[in-house]
């Protein structure tokens, strides 16, 4: 899980290809990831001599967050700095596949298929899991698959001193350092040795991706064994975490994380990302794709992820829940319909624009930038489509006598540039 920042996780560390159909390298899971770090320039090279100037001087800092020095000189006995941990951090390109291409991954037969053999197999487990913690089993089933490709591709990676060669690298220096002396805390609590603690580059650990500071407030021992493994070919402890996760943030047993819906002729636009209830939806003359009406469970958010040529949902808070693990849009879509089609659900109703493009980073902060020439401020020219930016978007849409989707596309952005 993770949050988010650029390298990956509950957060937002680096978006890779989330889910995609091989091992998804991000960086965090249930973790969200703070911004990466400003650029000072450029950057002297790091070293075997510096990292191990750097462990010394980190070792007082651990031992004074509790960490026993018989477990710091264990945990670092074979730690060695790892440049292709910082290549990787330091080359992370946004992720700017377009949502269709990220589903046609995430949501494969093959994952489908997979998924539901899995359903079978792990039947007793998920099922109490699902008692326990109120989440339907195909939902965790779902993180699983679009985490580890149903625990696949774990990762390799030695955590400790790949944490700590980020944490020496600097571009995000105290994230990294919180992470690691995480990580040192469950060697110490005799979860896992050192040497049996892998994962991604970037820190996400077992079957589900935790990264250790979720770790450490989430995780689960559900098969009552001592210890909270979620890194064990047994995926019990890894399901039940994630699961633990989900009910934390308010998960609602029983409650779609969204359902796809049919918008009416000469519909409002102006109500894309507004959230309503589903009462009000119904008399804007909104309905279930393929007919009928909305299950009401509460508030419900417009959610048109390609615009207003594109599928178009309602979301529910559940969605929200998702986001909680990852918060990237197409990573809770991907999650909520790869559920579906695990309990047999079929595909969207309706076609992607699939003629479109994704923008390229630089084509995001050239929209970003021209849009508050224009008197649309994005908030920031960062590259990152955020509330601010949709926001002006639809406020220039509006202006400019367009559908007010909030959708970017390769169109505006040329459009924008006629002035």
């Given at each position: 899980m993770?949050?988010t920042?650029?390298?990956?996780g ?5 978006l890779?290809?989330c889910g995609m159909?091989?091992p998804v390298?991000?960086?965090a899971r249930?973790e ?5 770090a400003a650029?000072?320039g450029p950057?002297?090279p790091?070293s075997?001599s ?6 010394e001087?980190?070792r007082?800092?651990?031992t004074?967050?509790?960490?026993s ?5 264990r945990a670092?006995r074979?730690?060695?700095?790892m ?17 269709w291409d ?6 494969s037969?093959?994952?489908i298929?997979?998924g ?6 792990h039947a ?7 008692a326990r913690?109120g989440v ?6 779902a993180?699983?698959?679009?985490e580890?490709s149903?625990?696949?591709f774990?990762?390799t990676?030695p955590?400790?001193p790949?944490l700590?060669t980020?944490a020496y690298?600097?571009?995000r220096g ?5 992470q690691?002396v ?5 060697v110490?609590a ?21 990264m ?6 989430y995780a689960?021992?559900f098969?009552g064994?001592?210890?909270r493994d979620?890194?064990s070919?047994d995926p019990s402890?890894a399901l039940a ?8 943030f308010?998960?609602t ?5 969204g359902?796809e819906?049919?918008?009416p002729?000469?519909f409002n636009h ?6 309503r209830?589903?009462?009000?939806w119904?008399?804007?003359?909104v ?11 509460g508030?419900a958010?417009l959610?048109?992820p390609?615009g207003?040529?594109?599928p178009?949902f ?5 969605f929200a829940?998702i986001k ?7 990573y809770a879509?991907?999650?909520g319909h790869l559920?579906?089609r695990?309990r047999g659900?079929?595909?969207f ?5 699939r003629?479109?493009?994704?923008l390229?980073?630089?084509?995001r902060?050239e929209?970003q930038?021209?849009l508050?020439?224009?008197g649309?401020?994005?908030g920031?020219v960062?590259g990152r489509?955020?509330?601010n930016t ?8 509006s202006?400019?006598g367009?559908t007010?989707?909030?959708?970017v596309?390769?169109d505006?952005?040329?459009?924008l540039?006629r002035?």
């Amino acid at each position: 899980m993770r949050k988010t920042f650029t390298a990956l996780g509950l957060a937002t560390l680096l978006l890779p290809g989330c889910g995609m159909g091989g091992p998804v390298d991000r960086s965090a899971r249930p973790e969200a990831r703070p911004a990466p770090a400003a650029d000072a320039g450029p950057r002297q090279p790091g070293s075997q001599s510096g990292f191990n100037r750097w462990v010394e001087g980190f070792r007082p800092r651990a031992t004074a967050q509790g960490i026993s020095p018989q477990v710091f000189d264990r945990a670092f006995r074979n730690a060695s700095y790892m440049p292709d941990v910082v290549q990787r951090d330091r080359n992370q390109a946004e992720f700017t596949r377009a949502i269709w291409d990220y589903l046609d991954g995430a949501v494969s037969a093959t994952r489908i298929n997979t998924g539901r053999a899995k359903l079978a197999e792990h039947a007793r487990v998920l099922q109490a899991i699902e008692a326990r913690y109120g989440v339907e089993k195909e939902v965790v089933l779902a993180v699983w698959g679009m985490e580890s490709s149903y625990g696949g591709f774990r990762g390799t990676t030695p955590i400790i001193p790949a944490l700590a060669t980020l944490a020496y690298d600097g571009r995000r220096g105290p994230f990294f350092e919180e992470q690691l002396v995480a990580a040192l805390k469950i060697v110490q609590a005799g979860d896992i040795g050192p040497e049996a603690m892998t994962g991604s580059w970037a820190g996400a650990m077992g079957h589900t991706q935790f990264m250790p500071t979720s770790y450490l407030d989430y995780a689960v021992d559900f098969t009552g064994d001592g210890r909270r493994d979620i890194w064990s070919d047994d995926p019990s402890d890894a399901l039940a975490s994630a699961a633990a996760y989900l009910a934390r943030f308010g998960w609602t047993r029983g409650q779609p994380w969204g359902v796809e819906v049919q918008l009416p002729q000469g519909f409002n636009h102006a109500l894309v990302g507004t959230a309503r209830p589903v009462g009000d939806w119904a008399a804007q003359g909104v309905r279930l794709a393929g007919g009928g009406a909305i299950p009401n469970h509460g508030n419900a958010q417009l959610f048109l992820p390609a615009g207003a040529r594109g599928p178009a949902f309602l979301t529910f808070s559940n969605f929200a829940v998702i986001k909680r693990y990852n918060s990237s849009d197409s990573y809770a879509l991907g999650i909520g319909h790869l559920s579906d089609r695990l309990r047999g659900g079929g595909p969207f109703r309706a076609d992607w624009p699939r003629g479109d493009r994704a923008l390229s980073v630089a084509e995001r902060q050239e929209l970003q930038r021209l849009l508050t020439a224009r008197g649309f401020d994005t908030g920031g020219v960062d590259g990152r489509i955020g509330p601010n930016t949709l926001a002006a978007v639809r406020a220039y849409q509006s202006a400019a006598g367009l559908t007010p989707d909030g959708y970017v596309s390769a169109d505006l952005l040329t459009r924008l540039r006629r002035g």
